[in-house]
Every structure is written in C-alpha cells, then in structure tokens.
C-alpha cells in the first residue's frame, strides 16, 4: 500500500515509484523505509529550527 504522499520528501516519493517487489526487498534488507513526514512532525522541526536560530 502506498501512503499519501502530499508532503513527502524526495526520498520518499523515490521510494514508492519502485515497484512492490523492489520496495519489500530493500525493507526486508534495511528494516525500516522512509515514510512521509506527520504534521506533527513538521511542526516539531520547525519549532525546533526556530529556536536553534535564537
């Protein structure tokens, strides 16, 4: 299944134009895959970027 991806980074996106089998395999090998970022989380590193800067 492939996520939404609307606010996924390049990398992201990248991953999921693979085809499945591609996709499963480097999963299977790397035990983890990018997945687009939650609002959350963007709000997060955006706070964090703008307290770093002070």
Known sequence: MIPDL???SPETRE??????DI???ISAI???H?????TM???L???QAIA???
């Open 6 to 8: 609307t606010n996924a």
């Open 15 to 20: 991953f999921y134009s693979l085809p499945e």
């Open 23 to 25: 996709r499963s395999t």
């Open 30 to 32: 790397v035990g983890n």
């Open 34 to 38: 990018p997945r687009p970022m939650s």
């Open 41 to 43: 989380e963007i709000m």
């Open 45 to 47: 590193a955006i706070w």
């Open 52 to 54: 770093g800067e002070r």
